[in-house]
């Protein structure tokens, strides 16, 4: 299965068109699979082909805004299996057979937690999960969701992919979005597996996007 998931609470923005071209690339590239989002507010998401929207009851929202959706995602791989998507990230082909995790950036701080595939009953995500109530009480930025499985990864001495894999655009710079940096993120995304759009951080820009930017470009050819 592949698993979406879209916490709606007073601070969720609308279901956008950013969304529905994640999902739709998901059942693009997994016509084989099952494909559900899992929601506590099923009217929110629109009925796309493909893809199954299941009531969900999302953990107990923290002072941590993403807590609701970093323990559900880590409860459904573990108890269910599967891939797990944000519903800003764009596959853009299949991924390796094996588990797998992405680093989230070149210094290998923090993992990708927006893309994961795993096994029912993984014990590396089964740690994870036990810990990230405790995580909580990190003064860490997104501690449990991305630098806790960084360390642990240690421990288990896993093969952890290369952020270019799923990461391969920065904050560092507007790469969606500027026209003048598009030759340059087509050509960074060349061999990436999908591309994280940071949909929370750039939102001001997917308001005004330029016809000509690269995200303009990815809308054109996969929609």
Known sequence: ?????????????PWSRLNTLAVKLAVKHYPDKKI???????DRVPDIQGITIRQA???IDHQYPQYQSDYFRLKL???QGGIYLDTDML???RLPDDFFL?????NYGSICNAIIQAEAWNEFIKEWLGEMPAALESSTWAYGGVVLPAELSK????NIYDSKFACPLDLSKAWLFDPELKAQAREMVRQSTAIHCFETYWAPYFNNLSDNSFLAEIYREFE
């Open 102 to 106: 992405s680093w989230e950036t070149w």
């Open 1 to 13: 299965m592949i698993h979406f998931i879209y916490p709606v609470s007073e601070r969720t923005r």
């Open 57 to 59: 009851t999302m953990p």
């Open 77 to 79: 791989l573990y108890e």
């Open 36 to 42: 559900i989002v899992w929601t506590n507010e099923m």
């Open 91 to 93: 596959l853009l082909k």
């Open 155 to 158: 421990k288990y001495k896993m």
